[in-house]
DNA sequence: CTTGACCCTGTAGTTACCTACAAGGTGTAG
DNA sequence: CTACACCTTGTAGGTAACTACAGGGTCAAG
């Protein structure tokens, strides 16, 4: 448990300084010790939320989300369980959004084949054609 | 072309009134002919655009790249190969944007994978102490 | 003792796209 | 005439997660 200043702590995890004091403000990360200066001392322990605060943003929660599963881990009563269906429910989510953007891809994919990019005036381009709500061309 | 007030329009294209107020202070629908009392009068053209925003963002354009789509179908030099560079580019980062969730889905498939949804302990969850750091479940 | 890196608070700006009033004027049906 | 729906402007809020100062105080090296 090594004492730090937030700018250790900062080049230790990569989380900027702003970020986290940003952090404190808003809850997600406990406030730390002060020395008699105001400098804030963080243990490594600080180090170690920011780690799994990175790791959950990398797999898609939200930091609001990230709390609740901070809440779980201090709470004496939940067990795999009540992790497991976050993630499940994080799953579905980004599931609906590759799907969405799957979707996106295939309608622009199809116009893009109607358009041969070569130099057709604009008026006669499929894809703002499309746009435009004129028929032809069903993406 | 038969004319209508703001909320004609909204009605007729699903869009908010005060969406469409909004496009018009920020360059994205050309200001409309006013009556004396200064009600906002639209044509059909009107309608068009609107129509046009909305494809444009089910596709995955933003409205400045919109902005920049109406300005090519105003300009006599584009043409089709203008438009299908654009296209282009939204499917490469619609493609990205797929991948960087298809990672982080597998990523979360796999740990919990590891984490039968049982009730062992919180500090057991394989899911936790991933995000904490702790060596042993790489996802 | 000075210099320069570091830290503090508080406030405000960023991106993208709306959304919600407040306070007032207009149009029309009954 | 009187409701009542509709329109106007301007300003401000809301989301998510930062990011950027300004204006000051602190610490350590040389
Ligand atoms: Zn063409
Ligand atoms: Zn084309
Ligand atoms: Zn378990
Ligand atoms: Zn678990």
């Known amino acids: 448990m090594k004492a730090m ?3 250790k702590l900062s080049k230790a995890t990569g989380v900027g300084t ?3 004091r940003y952090y404190e403000r ?5 406030a730390p010790e002060r020395l008699p200066s ?5 243990s490594s322990d600080a180090a170690k939320r920011l780690k799994f605060i990175k790791e959950a943003q990398a797999l898609g929660f939200t930091l609001s989300e990230i709390s609740e599963l901070f809440a779980l881990t201090d709470d004496p009563g939940a067990d ?3 992790v497991n269906a976050r993630a499940a429910a994080k799953l579905t989510e980004i599931d609906e ?3 969405r953007l799957t979707r996106m891809r295939e309608s622009l994919d199809r116009l893009s084949r109607y358009c041969p990019a070569d130099e057709h005036p604009i008026t006669e381009c499929s894809i703002i ?3 435009y709500g004129k028929a032809g061309f069903d993406a």
Chains 1, 2 share one sequence.
């Open 129 to 131: 054609n499309h746009l």
């Open 5 to 7: 200043t937030i700018g």
């Open 18 to 20: 702003e970020t986290i």
């Open 80 to 82: 795999c369980a009540d």
């Open 38 to 42: 105001g400098y804030r001392v963080y």
């Open 97 to 99: 959004k590759i799907e």
């Open 26 to 30: 808003n809850g997600f990360l406990p």
